[in-house]
């Protein structure tokens, strides 16, 4: 007997867009669109936006600042009870985008995988991810259950504010701290303490995130400059003791 296999439909077949494919090839038939991308991997079949868009669950693996014009792009292939699911770093602005741009009828769940492709390169089983209902129903909690059940995810189930409002002190200072240690390579790598290691080992996880991510991550989290301000502020203060 022939087993079918249900289409999902991924746009953005990036780095992470990759990772999303390789979990989840075992059980999807994955079509990816990507305009850069020229080989599916083994794990999906490159095709154009319209069939990608037309599956009956579509993941957005895009930038959080290429969401609009992907959802423009995407509306009118979409069936009319889609699910549309995105993986940004942010969770406020997708889901306003797309609760606001999608037609009345199609289904959505935000979530935030809480790693990356350095982070996840030797398994994600036992990692974190973050999702967030965003038109009611029962669609978030059937994601959450998928993740946790078929991929062994840890989940937290949160609102898009409540997520944005950890992820600006959990992603926000580990990037912004990153990129800071960045500029001042070349660092010591010969005589160096256990936490060192360990610090230089967390901006390896995200060394090589693309400026998007960045950017993201610092620009489009309500709750970020909060953050951001007060690490500065307190900065400026430990600095103030050493007499400077």
């Known amino acids: 007997m022939t087993v079918v296999t249900e289409k999902l439909g991924l746009i953005g077949f990036g780095a992470f867009g990759r990772l999303t494919a390789w979990?989840?090839?075992?059980?999807f038939d994955i079509l990816a669109h990507d305009p850069a991308a020229t080989d599916g991997e083994n794990v999906a079949t490159l095709t154009d936006l319209a069939t990608a868009a037309?599956?009956?669950?579509?993941?957005?693996?895009?930038?959080?600042?290429?969401?609009?014009?992907?959802?423009?792009?995407?509306?009118?292939?979409l069936a009319p009870d889609a699910l549309?699911?995105?993986?940004?770093?942010?969770?406020?602005?997708?889901?306003?985008?797309?609760?606001?741009?999608?037609?009345?009828?199609?289904?959505?769940?935000?979530?935030?995988?809480?790693?990356?492709?350095?982070?996840?390169?030797?398994?994600?089983?036992?990692l974190r991810i973050a999702v967030c209902?965003?038109?009611g129903g029962k669609d978030a909690r059937r994601v959450a259950a998928f993740c946790r059940r078929a991929l062994g995810l840890k989940v937290?189930?949160?609102?898009?504010?409540?997520?944005?409002?950890?992820?600006?002190?959990?992603?926000?200072l580990t990037h912004l701290i990153a990129r800071v240690l960045m500029a001042m390579e070349p660092l010591p790598a010969r005589m160096t303490t256990a936490s060192f290691d360990?610090?230089?080992?967390?901006?390896?996880?995200?060394?090589?995130?693309?400026?998007?991510?960045?950017?993201?991550i610092e620009r489009d989290n309500p709750?970020?400059?909060e953050v951001r301000e007060r690490f500065f502020a307190l900065a400026d203060e430990a600095r103030g003791t050493l007499g400077e």
């Open 84 to 126: 549309v699911i995105d993986v940004g770093s942010v969770k406020v602005k997708p889901a306003q985008a797309m609760d606001a741009l999608l037609p009345p009828g199609v289904r959505i769940v935000g979530t935030h995988p809480l790693f990356g492709p350095q982070s996840g390169k030797d398994g994600i089983a036992g």
């Open 156 to 172: 937290f189930s949160v609102s898009p504010e409540d997520h944005d409002r950890e992820a600006a002190t959990v992603q926000g």
């Open 23 to 27: 979990h989840l090839s075992p059980w």
């Open 223 to 225: 709750f970020a400059a």
């Open 198 to 216: 360990r610090l230089m080992q967390a901006v390896d996880m995200v060394r090589h995130d693309s400026p998007a991510v960045f950017r993201a």
């Open 54 to 77: 037309a599956c009956p669950t579509v993941v957005l693996a895009v930038p959080v600042e290429a969401l609009d014009a992907t959802l423009a792009a995407i509306r009118p292939h």
């Open 133 to 135: 209902d965003v038109r």
